[in-house]
């Protein structure tokens, strides 16, 4: 059995650290399609200043598919293993972008994030979703830039997940 290059990509990247939710199932070919166009708008989302390094899809049923549940489940799965810390851009509409960042302070330039598509059409049957490793473009790198991404996380009080 051969492995593609983007799932040997994952599989040895950050998220390929991070398990599926239980109802979830990895995506096939017919959903690769929807993986790029949630790729390609995650990476307009963060007003191109990253490029995706590693990608896993998922589909989750309808009737399975909570946001709150996905972004703790991974949270959980990053932010105490990975020393991984919240990252939400402030334009970030919660609710209308289904998407969760998580810097880590030990790897510069680098972000996890989970997403899925939010329109009528996804909102329709069975969701894709993906968790892709990200990494800052080398033109945005300067002093100021690594400075800010190698603060440590905020203390929380209450485990993971504030």
Not at 100 to 105: A, Y
Not at 126 to 137: P, S, T
């Amino acid at each position: 059995m051969s492995t593609s290059p983007q799932t040997a990509a994952a599989e040895a990247s950050l998220i390929g650290r991070i398990d599926a939710l239980r109802a979830a199932q990895p995506a096939g070919d017919a959903a690769a399609g929807q993986g790029a166009e949630l790729a390609s708008w995650l990476k307009r989302y963060l007003k191109d200043e990253y490029d995706v390094v590693a990608t896993r899809l998922f589909v989750v049923r309808g009737q399975d598919f909570h946001w709150g549940t996905l972004t703790s489940f991974v949270g959980n799965s990053v932010e105490q293993p990975l020393q991984a810390c919240l990252d939400t851009p402030a334009w970030h509409g919660p609710g209308r972008d289904l998407v969760q960042l998580w810097r880590i302070p030990g790897q510069p330039y680098k972000r996890i994030a989970v997403a899925t598509l939010n329109d009528e059409r996804a909102k329709a049957g069975d969701r894709v979703v993906g968790y892709f490793e990200l990494e800052r473009l080398p033109n945005l790198r300067d002093a100021a830039a690594l400075q800010a991404e190698t603060q440590p996380c905020p203390a929380t009080t209450g485990g993971a997940n504030r």
